[in-house]
Protein backbone atom coordinates (compact mmCIF):
# COMPACT_ATOMS: atom_id res chain seq x y z
CA UNK A 1 0.00 0.00 0.00
CA UNK A 2 2.81 2.49 0.58
CA UNK A 3 4.78 2.03 -2.58
CA UNK A 4 6.27 5.34 -3.87
CA UNK A 5 4.61 5.38 -7.40
CA UNK A 6 1.18 4.70 -5.61
CA UNK A 7 0.21 8.48 -5.07
CA UNK A 8 -1.84 6.44 -2.18
CA UNK A 9 -3.86 4.28 -4.75
CA UNK A 10 -4.03 0.53 -3.66
CA UNK A 11 -1.37 -1.43 -5.99
CA UNK A 12 -0.32 -4.75 -4.00
CA UNK A 13 -3.60 -6.58 -5.14
CA UNK A 14 -4.87 -6.12 -8.36
CA UNK A 15 -8.77 -5.01 -8.67
CA UNK A 16 -11.62 -7.20 -9.89
CA UNK A 17 -11.75 -7.74 -13.74
CA UNK A 18 -15.50 -6.34 -14.45
CA UNK A 19 -17.09 -6.12 -17.89
CA UNK A 20 -19.16 -2.43 -17.85
CA UNK A 21 -21.59 -1.90 -20.86
CA UNK A 22 -21.76 1.69 -19.81
CA UNK A 23 -18.54 2.22 -22.07
CA UNK A 24 -20.03 1.07 -25.16
CA UNK A 25 -19.86 3.47 -27.74
CA UNK A 26 -23.94 2.57 -28.67
CA UNK A 27 -25.02 3.04 -24.99
CA UNK A 28 -23.18 6.57 -24.59
CA UNK A 29 -24.58 7.40 -28.36
CA UNK A 30 -28.08 6.67 -26.74
CA UNK A 31 -27.86 8.43 -24.25
CA UNK A 32 -26.22 11.78 -26.21
CA UNK A 33 -29.38 11.33 -28.03
CA UNK A 34 -32.19 11.36 -25.34
CA UNK A 35 -30.33 13.81 -24.26
CA UNK A 36 -30.80 16.22 -27.52
CA UNK A 37 -27.04 15.81 -28.98
CA UNK A 38 -25.72 14.04 -31.60
CA UNK A 39 -24.85 10.14 -31.48
CA UNK A 40 -21.05 9.41 -31.97
CA UNK A 41 -20.27 9.71 -35.72
CA UNK A 42 -19.46 6.72 -37.87
CA UNK A 43 -17.45 9.03 -40.72
CA UNK A 44 -14.28 8.24 -39.58
CA UNK A 45 -12.41 5.56 -36.79
CA UNK A 46 -13.52 6.51 -33.72
CA UNK A 47 -10.41 7.10 -30.89
CA UNK A 48 -11.66 5.40 -27.58
CA UNK A 49 -9.58 6.43 -24.39
CA UNK A 50 -10.23 4.46 -21.06
CA UNK A 51 -8.50 6.63 -18.28
CA UNK A 52 -7.44 3.99 -15.16
CA UNK A 53 -8.38 1.04 -17.59
CA UNK A 54 -7.41 -1.23 -14.61
CA UNK A 55 -7.48 -5.00 -15.92
CA UNK A 56 -8.25 -3.78 -19.43
CA UNK A 57 -11.15 -6.20 -19.93
CA UNK A 58 -13.98 -3.49 -20.43
CA UNK A 59 -11.68 -1.92 -22.88
CA UNK A 60 -11.17 -5.27 -24.61
CA UNK A 61 -14.90 -5.90 -24.81
CA UNK A 62 -15.16 -2.51 -26.81
CA UNK A 63 -12.69 -3.64 -28.98
CA UNK A 64 -13.84 -6.85 -29.58
CA UNK A 65 -17.56 -6.06 -29.66
CA UNK A 66 -17.16 -2.49 -31.96
CA UNK A 67 -13.39 -3.74 -34.48
CA UNK A 68 -13.62 -0.27 -36.22
CA UNK A 69 -12.71 1.53 -32.92
CA UNK A 70 -9.36 2.28 -31.86
CA UNK A 71 -9.45 1.55 -28.31
CA UNK A 72 -6.70 2.52 -25.70
CA UNK A 73 -6.36 1.97 -22.11
CA UNK A 74 -3.75 4.30 -19.75
CA UNK A 75 -3.43 3.02 -16.27
CA UNK A 76 0.05 3.19 -13.96
CA UNK A 77 -0.05 -0.45 -12.12
CA UNK A 78 2.03 -2.62 -14.26
CA UNK A 79 0.22 -5.59 -12.98
CA UNK A 80 -3.15 -4.36 -14.49
CA UNK A 81 -1.41 -3.51 -17.80
CA UNK A 82 -0.20 -7.02 -17.88
CA UNK A 83 -2.70 -8.40 -17.45
CA UNK A 84 -4.85 -6.22 -20.05
CA UNK A 85 -2.23 -7.25 -22.61
CA UNK A 86 -2.40 -10.86 -22.17
CA UNK A 87 -6.38 -10.24 -22.63
CA UNK A 88 -6.24 -8.72 -25.85
CA UNK A 89 -3.38 -10.40 -27.11
CA UNK A 90 -5.29 -13.92 -26.14
CA UNK A 91 -8.20 -12.99 -28.23
CA UNK A 92 -6.18 -11.03 -31.15
CA UNK A 93 -7.67 -8.29 -30.68
CA UNK A 94 -5.11 -5.56 -32.51
CA UNK A 95 -7.37 -2.55 -32.75
CA UNK A 96 -6.91 -2.51 -28.24
CA UNK A 97 -3.66 -0.89 -26.37
CA UNK A 98 -2.40 -0.47 -23.30
CA UNK A 99 0.46 2.33 -22.03
CA UNK A 100 1.26 2.01 -18.32
CA UNK A 101 1.14 5.76 -17.45
CA UNK A 102 0.55 7.60 -14.71
CA UNK A 103 -2.25 10.17 -15.26
CA UNK A 104 0.11 12.74 -14.20
CA UNK A 105 2.48 11.28 -17.32
CA UNK A 106 -0.47 11.33 -19.93
CA UNK A 107 -1.69 14.71 -18.71
CA UNK A 108 2.21 15.92 -19.82
CA UNK A 109 2.73 13.84 -22.72
CA UNK A 110 0.23 13.97 -25.52
CA UNK A 111 2.51 11.68 -27.91
CA UNK A 112 1.53 8.61 -25.18
CA UNK A 113 -1.85 7.12 -27.41
CA UNK A 114 -3.46 9.14 -29.60
CA UNK A 115 -3.25 13.08 -29.33
CA UNK A 116 -6.97 13.17 -29.96
CA UNK A 117 -10.37 11.10 -28.91
CA UNK A 118 -13.78 10.69 -29.43
CA UNK A 119 -14.78 9.59 -26.44
CA UNK A 120 -13.01 8.79 -22.73
CA UNK A 121 -14.40 7.33 -20.28
CA UNK A 122 -13.41 7.20 -16.66
CA UNK A 123 -14.91 4.75 -14.39
CA UNK A 124 -14.72 4.20 -10.86
CA UNK A 125 -11.65 6.24 -10.58
CA UNK A 126 -12.72 9.49 -9.37
CA UNK A 127 -13.88 9.02 -6.08
CA UNK A 128 -10.72 7.10 -5.20
CA UNK A 129 -7.73 9.05 -6.36
CA UNK A 130 -6.35 12.87 -4.71
CA UNK A 131 -7.88 16.09 -5.45
CA UNK A 132 -4.32 16.80 -7.80
CA UNK A 133 -5.01 13.23 -9.66
CA UNK A 134 -8.54 14.13 -10.33
CA UNK A 135 -7.19 17.21 -11.63
CA UNK A 136 -4.75 15.47 -13.78
CA UNK A 137 -7.73 13.24 -15.26
CA UNK A 138 -10.09 16.07 -16.10
CA UNK A 139 -6.83 18.02 -17.85
CA UNK A 140 -6.41 14.85 -20.11
CA UNK A 141 -9.94 15.17 -20.93
CA UNK A 142 -9.22 19.35 -21.65
CA UNK A 143 -6.15 18.37 -24.05
CA UNK A 144 -7.55 15.26 -25.91
CA UNK A 145 -11.37 15.53 -26.23
CA UNK A 146 -11.71 16.79 -29.54
CA UNK A 147 -14.92 18.88 -30.08
CA UNK A 148 -18.21 17.33 -29.76
CA UNK A 149 -16.19 14.03 -28.12
CA UNK A 150 -17.97 12.85 -25.10
CA UNK A 151 -16.26 12.03 -21.93
CA UNK A 152 -18.17 9.71 -19.19
CA UNK A 153 -17.13 10.30 -15.69
CA UNK A 154 -18.52 7.45 -12.88
CA UNK A 155 -18.16 8.16 -9.46
CA UNK A 156 -19.51 7.54 -5.85
CA UNK A 157 -21.78 10.24 -4.80
CA UNK A 158 -21.50 12.13 -1.23
CA UNK A 159 -25.21 11.53 -0.59
CA UNK A 160 -25.53 8.11 -0.96
CA UNK A 161 -21.95 7.31 0.24
CA UNK A 162 -20.77 9.95 2.67
CA UNK A 163 -21.02 8.32 6.05
CA UNK A 164 -18.49 4.86 4.73
CA UNK A 165 -15.81 8.00 5.04
CA UNK A 166 -15.06 7.48 8.48
CA UNK A 167 -15.74 3.32 8.95
CA UNK A 168 -13.41 3.29 5.13
CA UNK A 169 -10.67 5.65 7.36
CA UNK A 170 -11.15 3.15 10.08
CA UNK A 171 -10.93 0.03 8.08
CA UNK A 172 -7.36 2.00 6.00
CA UNK A 173 -6.18 2.37 9.19
CA UNK A 174 -6.63 -1.26 10.79
CA UNK A 175 -5.06 -2.46 7.46
CA UNK A 176 -1.75 -0.44 7.66
CA UNK A 177 -1.63 -1.60 11.22
CA UNK A 178 -2.16 -4.88 10.06
CA UNK A 179 0.61 -4.57 7.86
CA UNK A 180 -0.27 -7.43 5.54
CA UNK A 181 -1.17 -7.26 1.95
CA UNK A 182 -4.31 -5.37 1.47
CA UNK A 183 -6.75 -8.26 0.91
CA UNK A 184 -6.18 -10.10 3.81
CA UNK A 185 -5.68 -7.31 6.11
CA UNK A 186 -9.04 -6.49 4.93
CA UNK A 187 -10.67 -9.10 5.72
CA UNK A 188 -10.06 -8.79 9.49
CA UNK A 189 -10.20 -5.12 9.52
CA UNK A 190 -13.60 -5.57 8.21
CA UNK A 191 -14.90 -8.26 11.10
CA UNK A 192 -13.81 -6.22 13.91
CA UNK A 193 -15.51 -2.53 12.46
CA UNK A 194 -18.39 -4.67 12.17
CA UNK A 195 -18.54 -5.64 15.83
CA UNK A 196 -18.98 -1.33 16.89
CA UNK A 197 -22.25 -1.39 14.77
CA UNK A 198 -23.35 -5.04 16.54
CA UNK A 199 -21.97 -3.32 19.81
CA UNK A 200 -24.25 0.02 19.39
CA UNK A 201 -21.23 2.46 18.70
CA UNK A 202 -23.17 5.91 18.75
CA UNK A 203 -22.02 6.13 15.34
CA UNK A 204 -24.58 4.04 14.26
CA UNK A 205 -27.19 3.41 12.39
CA UNK A 206 -25.67 5.38 9.61
CA UNK A 207 -28.12 6.03 6.45
CA UNK A 208 -29.81 3.33 4.16
CA UNK A 209 -27.77 2.76 1.11
CA UNK A 210 -24.47 3.31 3.22
CA UNK A 211 -25.59 0.98 5.98
CA UNK A 212 -26.57 -1.61 2.89
CA UNK A 213 -22.47 -1.49 2.31
CA UNK A 214 -21.70 -1.86 5.41
CA UNK A 215 -23.53 -5.09 5.88
CA UNK A 216 -21.97 -6.78 2.99
CA UNK A 217 -18.11 -5.81 4.38
CA UNK A 218 -17.52 -9.27 5.31
CA UNK A 219 -19.16 -10.82 2.41
CA UNK A 220 -17.23 -8.43 -0.40
CA UNK A 221 -14.66 -10.26 -2.69
CA UNK A 222 -11.58 -8.90 -1.02
CA UNK A 223 -9.42 -6.96 -3.64
CA UNK A 224 -12.16 -5.21 -4.89
CA UNK A 225 -12.98 -4.25 -1.17
CA UNK A 226 -9.20 -3.27 -1.04
CA UNK A 227 -9.44 -0.92 -3.94
CA UNK A 228 -12.90 0.59 -2.22
CA UNK A 229 -11.73 1.32 1.01
CA UNK A 230 -8.49 1.01 1.79
CA UNK A 231 -6.43 3.78 -0.66
CA UNK A 232 -6.01 6.97 0.97
CA UNK A 233 -8.04 8.91 -1.03
CA UNK A 234 -11.42 7.16 -0.98
CA UNK A 235 -13.90 10.50 -1.28
CA UNK A 236 -17.12 10.39 -2.94
CA UNK A 237 -17.94 13.10 -4.97
CA UNK A 238 -20.31 15.79 -5.23
CA UNK A 239 -21.99 16.26 -8.99
CA UNK A 240 -21.01 19.98 -8.82
CA UNK A 241 -17.56 19.55 -7.82
CA UNK A 242 -17.05 17.87 -10.70
CA UNK A 243 -19.24 19.58 -13.26
CA UNK A 244 -17.23 23.17 -12.69
CA UNK A 245 -13.94 21.71 -13.26
CA UNK A 246 -15.57 20.42 -16.73
CA UNK A 247 -16.98 23.57 -17.56
CA UNK A 248 -13.80 25.04 -16.97
CA UNK A 249 -12.35 22.37 -19.50
CA UNK A 250 -14.95 23.47 -21.96
CA UNK A 251 -17.01 20.48 -21.18
CA UNK A 252 -20.41 20.62 -20.46
CA UNK A 253 -22.64 18.31 -18.20
CA UNK A 254 -24.83 16.61 -21.34
CA UNK A 255 -26.76 14.09 -19.24
CA UNK A 256 -26.46 10.88 -16.98
CA UNK A 257 -25.92 7.74 -18.81
CA UNK A 258 -28.48 6.14 -16.96
CA UNK A 259 -31.36 4.82 -19.52
CA UNK A 260 -34.03 6.38 -17.28
CA UNK A 261 -32.25 9.67 -16.93
CA UNK A 262 -34.47 11.69 -19.59
CA UNK A 263 -37.66 10.26 -17.68
CA UNK A 264 -38.42 12.90 -14.86
CA UNK A 265 -40.97 10.99 -13.30
CA UNK A 266 -39.04 8.69 -11.95
CA UNK A 267 -36.17 10.64 -10.30
CA UNK A 268 -38.98 12.13 -7.64
CA UNK A 269 -42.07 11.63 -5.71
CA UNK A 270 -45.36 14.17 -7.21
CA UNK A 271 -44.74 16.23 -4.22
CA UNK A 272 -41.33 17.33 -5.47
CA UNK A 273 -41.76 17.23 -9.05
CA UNK A 274 -42.65 21.02 -8.93
CA UNK A 275 -39.52 21.98 -6.74
CA UNK A 276 -37.42 19.97 -9.32
CA UNK A 277 -39.11 21.39 -12.49
CA UNK A 278 -39.08 24.97 -11.47
CA UNK A 279 -35.40 24.84 -10.49
CA UNK A 280 -33.43 26.33 -13.78
CA UNK A 281 -29.69 25.91 -12.36
CA UNK A 282 -28.36 22.31 -13.38
CA UNK A 283 -25.59 22.48 -10.76
CA UNK A 284 -28.34 22.72 -8.08
CA UNK A 285 -30.97 20.72 -9.61
CA UNK A 286 -28.99 17.70 -9.97
CA UNK A 287 -28.11 18.20 -6.68
CA UNK A 288 -31.58 18.07 -5.16
CA UNK A 289 -31.95 15.01 -7.30
CA UNK A 290 -28.90 13.07 -5.97
CA UNK A 291 -30.12 14.47 -2.41
CA UNK A 292 -34.39 12.81 -3.44
CA UNK A 293 -33.04 9.27 -4.70
CA UNK A 294 -30.03 9.18 -2.12
CA UNK A 295 -28.07 8.63 -5.02
CA UNK A 296 -25.14 6.29 -4.40
CA UNK A 297 -23.52 6.34 -7.60
CA UNK A 298 -23.39 9.04 -10.76
CA UNK A 299 -22.19 8.00 -14.43
CA UNK A 300 -22.16 11.50 -15.74
CA UNK A 301 -21.97 11.81 -19.73
CA UNK A 302 -20.03 15.49 -21.04
CA UNK A 303 -19.96 16.76 -24.49
CA UNK A 304 -16.90 19.51 -25.47
CA UNK A 305 -19.27 22.06 -26.14
CA UNK A 306 -22.86 21.19 -26.46
CA UNK A 307 -24.57 21.34 -29.94
CA UNK A 308 -27.47 23.10 -31.46
CA UNK A 309 -29.29 20.66 -33.37
CA UNK A 310 -32.63 21.86 -35.63
CA UNK A 311 -35.62 20.26 -34.15
CA UNK A 312 -35.18 17.92 -37.50
CA UNK A 313 -31.82 17.36 -36.84
CA UNK A 314 -33.18 15.68 -32.85
CA UNK A 315 -36.38 13.93 -34.64
CA UNK A 316 -33.41 12.23 -37.13
CA UNK A 317 -31.32 10.36 -34.64
CA UNK A 318 -34.22 9.49 -32.57
CA UNK A 319 -35.91 7.82 -35.06
CA UNK A 320 -32.07 5.64 -35.88
CA UNK A 321 -32.19 4.68 -32.04
CA UNK A 322 -32.87 1.01 -31.74
CA UNK A 323 -32.82 -1.98 -28.96
CA UNK A 324 -32.03 -5.33 -29.32
CA UNK A 325 -33.61 -7.93 -27.07
CA UNK A 326 -31.35 -9.68 -23.82
CA UNK A 327 -33.79 -12.77 -24.09
CA UNK A 328 -35.05 -11.83 -19.93
CA UNK A 329 -39.11 -13.03 -20.03
CA UNK A 330 -41.65 -10.33 -19.23
CA UNK A 331 -43.44 -11.25 -15.53
CA UNK A 332 -47.25 -9.57 -15.79
CA UNK A 333 -47.60 -7.46 -12.52
CA UNK A 334 -43.62 -6.99 -11.67
CA UNK A 335 -42.46 -4.09 -10.67
CA UNK A 336 -39.49 -2.15 -12.01
CA UNK A 337 -37.01 -1.02 -9.85
CA UNK A 338 -36.30 2.51 -11.08
CA UNK A 339 -34.21 5.51 -8.96
CA UNK A 340 -37.14 6.86 -6.97
CA UNK A 341 -38.26 3.08 -5.90
CA UNK A 342 -40.40 0.23 -6.91
CA UNK A 343 -42.67 1.18 -10.04
CA UNK A 344 -45.50 -1.09 -11.83
CA UNK A 345 -45.67 -0.38 -15.39
CA UNK A 346 -48.58 -1.12 -18.04
CA UNK A 347 -48.59 -4.84 -18.60
CA UNK A 348 -50.50 -4.04 -21.50
CA UNK A 349 -48.22 -2.15 -23.38
CA UNK A 350 -44.89 -3.63 -22.29
CA UNK A 351 -45.43 -7.62 -22.72
CA UNK A 352 -46.34 -6.97 -26.43
CA UNK A 353 -42.76 -4.76 -27.03
CA UNK A 354 -40.70 -7.26 -24.88
CA UNK A 355 -42.78 -10.72 -26.62
CA UNK A 356 -41.14 -8.58 -30.16
CA UNK A 357 -38.09 -8.43 -29.27
CA UNK A 358 -37.81 -12.36 -29.08
CA UNK A 359 -38.19 -11.54 -32.78
CA UNK A 360 -36.71 -8.83 -33.96
CA UNK A 361 -34.98 -5.24 -33.00
CA UNK A 362 -37.29 -2.12 -32.15
CA UNK A 363 -36.41 1.54 -32.98
CA UNK A 364 -37.98 3.97 -31.68
CA UNK A 365 -40.12 4.61 -34.71
CA UNK A 366 -41.76 1.36 -34.16
CA UNK A 367 -42.34 1.74 -30.29
CA UNK A 368 -44.27 5.03 -31.68
CA UNK A 369 -45.81 2.90 -33.80
CA UNK A 370 -47.26 0.50 -30.90
CA UNK A 371 -50.38 2.71 -29.75
CA UNK A 372 -52.12 4.86 -31.73
CA UNK A 373 -51.49 8.75 -30.28
CA UNK A 374 -48.15 7.68 -28.54
CA UNK A 375 -45.40 10.72 -29.58
CA UNK A 376 -41.79 9.95 -29.79
CA UNK A 377 -41.30 11.53 -26.55
CA UNK A 378 -43.27 8.80 -25.15
CA UNK A 379 -41.92 6.16 -27.21
CA UNK A 380 -38.00 7.61 -25.74
CA UNK A 381 -39.51 7.01 -22.42
CA UNK A 382 -40.60 3.51 -22.71
CA UNK A 383 -37.45 2.66 -24.61
CA UNK A 384 -35.68 3.72 -21.24
CA UNK A 385 -37.80 2.01 -19.11
CA UNK A 386 -37.27 -1.78 -21.60
CA UNK A 387 -33.06 -0.80 -21.48
CA UNK A 388 -33.42 0.38 -17.47
CA UNK A 389 -35.50 -3.00 -16.77
CA UNK A 390 -32.62 -5.61 -18.52
CA UNK A 391 -35.50 -6.28 -21.19
CA UNK A 392 -32.97 -4.34 -24.13
CA UNK A 393 -29.84 -2.85 -24.66
CA UNK A 394 -28.91 -0.24 -27.71
CA UNK A 395 -28.34 -1.52 -30.95
CA UNK A 396 -24.91 -1.15 -32.62
CA UNK A 397 -26.45 -0.59 -36.32
CA UNK A 398 -24.43 -3.19 -38.79
CA UNK A 399 -23.12 -4.97 -36.38
CA UNK A 400 -23.53 -7.91 -38.74
CA UNK A 401 -21.39 -6.74 -41.61
CA UNK A 402 -17.79 -6.26 -39.88
CA UNK A 403 -15.51 -9.03 -38.06
CA UNK A 404 -17.51 -8.42 -34.45
CA UNK A 405 -18.86 -11.38 -34.31
CA UNK A 406 -15.46 -13.36 -34.87
CA UNK A 407 -13.19 -10.59 -32.48
CA UNK A 408 -16.48 -11.22 -29.76
CA UNK A 409 -16.60 -14.75 -30.20
CA UNK A 410 -12.47 -15.07 -29.56
CA UNK A 411 -12.86 -13.04 -26.62
CA UNK A 412 -16.34 -15.06 -25.17
CA UNK A 413 -13.68 -18.19 -25.61
CA UNK A 414 -10.83 -16.71 -23.98
CA UNK A 415 -13.22 -15.94 -20.94
CA UNK A 416 -14.87 -19.65 -20.87
CA UNK A 417 -11.32 -20.82 -21.12
CA UNK A 418 -10.13 -18.78 -18.08
CA UNK A 419 -13.39 -20.02 -16.27
CA UNK A 420 -12.26 -23.92 -17.16
CA UNK A 421 -9.32 -22.67 -15.18
CA UNK A 422 -10.79 -21.62 -11.51
CA UNK A 423 -11.73 -17.82 -13.36
CA UNK A 424 -14.62 -16.06 -12.17
CA UNK A 425 -16.12 -14.07 -15.39
CA UNK A 426 -19.72 -13.45 -16.15
CA UNK A 427 -20.53 -11.98 -18.42
CA UNK A 428 -20.60 -12.91 -22.51
CA UNK A 429 -19.50 -10.19 -25.15
CA UNK A 430 -22.57 -9.42 -27.47
CA UNK A 431 -21.70 -7.89 -30.89
CA UNK A 432 -25.07 -6.61 -31.29
CA UNK A 433 -24.99 -3.77 -28.41
CA UNK A 434 -21.45 -3.35 -28.81
CA UNK A 435 -20.71 -4.74 -24.59
CA UNK A 436 -21.24 -7.73 -22.64
CA UNK A 437 -24.53 -8.76 -21.06
CA UNK A 438 -24.97 -10.64 -18.01
CA UNK A 439 -24.42 -14.49 -18.14
CA UNK A 440 -23.12 -17.42 -15.59
CA UNK A 441 -20.59 -19.86 -15.22
CA UNK A 442 -23.20 -23.09 -16.81
CA UNK A 443 -23.89 -20.99 -19.14
CA UNK A 444 -20.92 -19.94 -20.28
CA UNK A 445 -19.16 -23.11 -20.14
CA UNK A 446 -22.01 -25.02 -21.84
CA UNK A 447 -21.51 -22.50 -25.05
CA UNK A 448 -18.32 -23.77 -24.76
CA UNK A 449 -19.04 -27.35 -24.90
CA UNK A 450 -21.04 -26.66 -27.53
CA UNK A 451 -18.23 -24.98 -29.79
CA UNK A 452 -16.13 -27.18 -29.07
CA UNK A 453 -17.75 -29.65 -31.29
CA UNK A 454 -19.90 -31.72 -28.17
CA UNK A 455 -22.98 -32.25 -29.45
CA UNK A 456 -26.61 -30.41 -28.58
CA UNK A 457 -27.41 -32.84 -25.71
CA UNK A 458 -28.80 -31.84 -22.44
CA UNK A 459 -27.11 -34.87 -20.42
CA UNK A 460 -23.55 -34.77 -21.77
CA UNK A 461 -23.62 -30.87 -21.08
CA UNK A 462 -24.82 -31.36 -17.68
CA UNK A 463 -22.25 -34.06 -17.19
CA UNK A 464 -19.38 -31.74 -18.69
CA UNK A 465 -20.48 -28.84 -16.25
CA UNK A 466 -20.98 -31.15 -13.22
CA UNK A 467 -17.44 -32.48 -13.50
CA UNK A 468 -15.85 -28.81 -13.98
CA UNK A 469 -17.55 -28.22 -10.93
CA UNK A 470 -15.97 -30.95 -8.91
CA UNK A 471 -12.65 -30.54 -10.53
CA UNK A 472 -12.21 -26.79 -9.75
CA UNK A 473 -14.04 -27.53 -6.00
CA UNK A 474 -16.23 -25.57 -7.09
CA UNK A 475 -20.47 -25.03 -5.79
CA UNK A 476 -23.30 -23.73 -7.95
CA UNK A 477 -25.56 -21.29 -6.11
CA UNK A 478 -29.11 -20.87 -6.68
CA UNK A 479 -30.79 -17.79 -5.11
CA UNK A 480 -27.21 -17.01 -3.60
CA UNK A 481 -27.27 -20.23 -1.74
CA UNK A 482 -24.24 -22.21 -2.29
CA UNK A 483 -25.64 -26.00 -3.41
CA UNK A 484 -23.68 -28.75 -1.38
CA UNK A 485 -26.29 -31.71 -1.60
CA UNK A 486 -25.08 -33.10 -5.69
CA UNK A 487 -28.28 -34.70 -6.62
CA UNK A 488 -30.09 -30.84 -6.36
CA UNK A 489 -27.08 -29.77 -8.08
CA UNK A 490 -27.84 -31.85 -11.05
CA UNK A 491 -31.23 -30.42 -11.43
CA UNK A 492 -29.95 -27.37 -10.90
CA UNK A 493 -27.01 -27.29 -13.53
CA UNK A 494 -29.79 -29.27 -16.01
CA UNK A 495 -32.06 -26.74 -15.59
CA UNK A 496 -29.41 -24.15 -16.82
CA UNK A 497 -27.87 -26.19 -19.38
CA UNK A 498 -31.75 -26.05 -20.88
CA UNK A 499 -31.87 -22.46 -20.42
CA UNK A 500 -28.37 -22.02 -22.16
CA UNK A 501 -29.12 -24.18 -24.94
CA UNK A 502 -33.01 -22.95 -25.26
CA UNK A 503 -30.64 -19.32 -25.85
CA UNK A 504 -27.66 -20.17 -27.85
CA UNK A 505 -30.59 -21.05 -30.46
CA UNK A 506 -32.64 -17.61 -29.61
CA UNK A 507 -31.71 -14.35 -27.44
CA UNK A 508 -27.64 -15.58 -27.94
CA UNK A 509 -28.39 -15.45 -32.30
CA UNK A 510 -29.85 -12.10 -32.29
CA UNK A 511 -26.93 -10.83 -30.00
CA UNK A 512 -24.59 -12.00 -32.27
CA UNK A 513 -22.91 -14.28 -29.91
CA UNK A 514 -23.95 -17.31 -31.54
C1 LIG B 1 -11.23 1.13 -9.19
S1 LIG B 1 -10.11 0.86 -10.48
C2 LIG B 1 -11.15 0.98 -11.90
C3 LIG B 1 -10.60 0.26 -13.08
C4 LIG B 1 -11.47 0.25 -14.32
N1 LIG B 1 -11.80 1.57 -14.78
C5 LIG B 1 -12.71 -0.56 -14.04
O1 LIG B 1 -13.80 0.01 -13.91
O2 LIG B 1 -12.59 -1.79 -13.96
C6 LIG B 1 -9.12 2.39 -10.59
C7 LIG B 1 -7.96 2.26 -11.54
O3 LIG B 1 -7.26 3.51 -11.58
C8 LIG B 1 -5.86 3.24 -11.63
N2 LIG B 1 -5.14 4.41 -11.06
C9 LIG B 1 -5.25 4.91 -9.81
N3 LIG B 1 -4.45 5.98 -9.66
C10 LIG B 1 -3.81 6.16 -10.85
C11 LIG B 1 -2.87 7.11 -11.33
N4 LIG B 1 -2.41 8.09 -10.55
N5 LIG B 1 -2.46 7.01 -12.62
C12 LIG B 1 -2.94 6.01 -13.42
N6 LIG B 1 -3.82 5.07 -13.02
C13 LIG B 1 -4.26 5.15 -11.75
C14 LIG B 1 -5.69 2.01 -10.77
O4 LIG B 1 -4.50 1.28 -11.04
C15 LIG B 1 -6.95 1.21 -11.13
O5 LIG B 1 -6.72 0.34 -12.19
Same mark, same amino acid.
Given at each position: ?11 ? *? ?39 ? !? ?34 ? !? ?61 ? *? ?14 ? +? ?47 ? /? +? ?45 ? *? ?42 ? /? ?131 ? +????? !?????? /? ?6 ? /????? +? ?37 ? !? ?8
Amino acid at each position: MTADWSDGYVVD *VPYIEPLTPELCPARLSMAAVLHNQPPIPDSHTIQWIDVGS !GSGLSACMVAAANPRISVWGFDFNPTHVERAREIAN !GAALDNCTFVEASFAAVASDRDLGPSDADVIVVHGVHSWVSPVNQRQITEIIRQRLRPGGLAY *VMYETATGWSSMVPIA +EALRLHAIADGRRSDHAFEEAARDVLRLAEARARYFPIGDPESLQFQLL /T +ERNSSYAAHEYLGSHFRPVMFDELATIMDSKACVYAGSVDASDHIAG *VWSPPELTDLLAHTTDLLLRQMLQDLVVQRQLRQDLYRRGLAAP /TPDAQRKWMRHLAVVGLGKEYVDGSALTLPIGQVRVDDEFYRPLVDRLTETTLSLADIEAERSGMTLGDAATALGFLVEAGFAAPLVNGWETGSAVSSARRLNELLIAENLRGGDHRALVAPATGAAIESEYV +EMLTL !GALWSG /TPDDVGAI /TSHVL +EQLTRQERLVRENGVLIENVEEARIVVERRVRRALDRAQ !GAFVQLGIC
